[in-house]
């Protein structure tokens, strides 16, 4: 698609965001701001204003964000995610509008969401102890169970978060949450694992790589090659020999984020080296299918969602693959 015409798509997102066919293969330019496959928007927002009510009443939250968006803004996100203090700050000022976003995506695509609704699905969530990709498959969970008869028997649903920042703590909260309010009727099947620990160096089994049924880096492949390169190529790898046949793994940065790495003389985008490793060198004999990619995707908040913080808008690069 040519430069123009993704500014044309881009600026007229609004009308076609109630156009986008779910599970079609047609590039997405926009996911919607509700999805009927979602509990209400203002649902998700008030669960985290009760997670961490003292915090909102607490004089510091503003400084505790200050000190994170400065770590942001520098790309020091060991230091941002350093301590409970700065965590809990992340989560209630930048998580909320994730979730809405990722809901919205994952519902979106007919792939991801089967597995959510699906009894007994395991779902590997890499960097994920902000809680935005919890929240967001919580809420598509619950609204799915809802729809169910009262005599039928609930569905699991198995949820790995591993992050190399403890978040243990704001996961405590969140889960306790959603048992509580969303969840009520059958807490013990929505199973949350929080795994304190770098996936790089973690060992496939740990992982559950072998029976996991979708894997989510959101926001995160970028954060792992800058890290350490041969790892990560490792780790793409790794998902060749480990995943079965059917498991998803999605992948999202910031549109037109994606790093470049260098090998040997040359300077390759790591989207280049994902898709080499998964499709294969001519992008069809590897062990993984590309079945839904956006360039660029927007996620735009509605008026109507109330949330005493900002919530932020979205515009990101998206890559869904099954293995074959
Ligand atoms: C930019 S944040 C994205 C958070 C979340 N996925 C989202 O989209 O809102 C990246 C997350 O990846 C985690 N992370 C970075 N390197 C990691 C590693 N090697 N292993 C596991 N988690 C890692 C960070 O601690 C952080 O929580």
Redo the contacts with the bound molecule.
């Keep these: 698609m040519s430069r123009r015409q993704l500014r044309y798509q881009e600026r007229h997102v609004d009308e076609e965001e109630d156009e986008i066919e779910v599970g079609s293969n047609k590039e997405m330019s926009a996911i919607p701001p509700v999805s009927k496959h979602t509990l209400p928007a203002n649902d998700e927002l008030r669960l985290f204003q009760q997670s961490f009510k003292y915090l909102f009443d607490s004089p510091s939250l503003e400084t505790f964000i200050q000190t994170v968006k400065g770590d942001l803004f520098n790309r020091d996100?060991i230091k941002a995610?350093g301590d409970d203090d700065r965590r809990m700050a992340y989560c209630v000022r930048?998580?909320p509008s994730?979730s809405l976003a990722?809901g919205s995506l994952f519902a979106s695509l007919a792939e991801v969401r089967t597995v959510i609704t699906s009894e007994n699905s395991n779902i590997l969530?890499?960097?994920?102890?902000?809680c935005?990709?919890l929240v967001a498959l919580g809420s598509i969970y619950t609204q799915h169970q809802s729809l169910k008869a009262l005599n039928e028997t609930p569905d699991s649903i198995n949820i790995k978060l591993?992050?190399?920042?403890d978040?243990t703590k704001i996961v405590g909260k969140i889960v306790s949450e959603v048992k509580k309010n969303w969840t009520y009727q059958s807490p013990d099947a929505f199973n949350v694992d929080f795994m304190n620990?770098?996936?790089?160096s973690l060992e496939p089994s740990l992982l559950g790589l072998s029976s996991v049924d979708l894997i989510t880096t959101?926001?995160?492949t970028n954060?792992?090659f800058a890290?350490d390169r041969a790892k990560s190529l490792r780790f793409f790898q790794s998902l060749n020999k480990e995943c079965h046949s059917g498991c998803l793994l999605l992948i999202?940065e910031s549109a037109g984020s994606y790093s470049h790495i260098e090998v040997g003389k040359k300077k390759f985008p790591i989207q280049f080296l994902i898709d080499t490793i998964l499709l294969g060198k001519d992008q069809k004999s590897g062990d993984w299918d590309l079945i839904k990619q956006s360039e660029s995707c927007w996620y735009r908040c509605d008026k109507s969602f109330d949330y005493p913080l900002k919530l932020e808008n979205m515009r990101f690069f998206f890559r869904l693959y099954r293995k074959k």
Excluded: N, P, S
């Design positions: 996100y995610f930048w998580t994730r990722y969530v890499i960097g994920g102890g902000a935005g990709e591993v992050d190399i920042a978040w620990g770098d996936v790089l959101m926001f995160t954060e792992l890290e999202t």
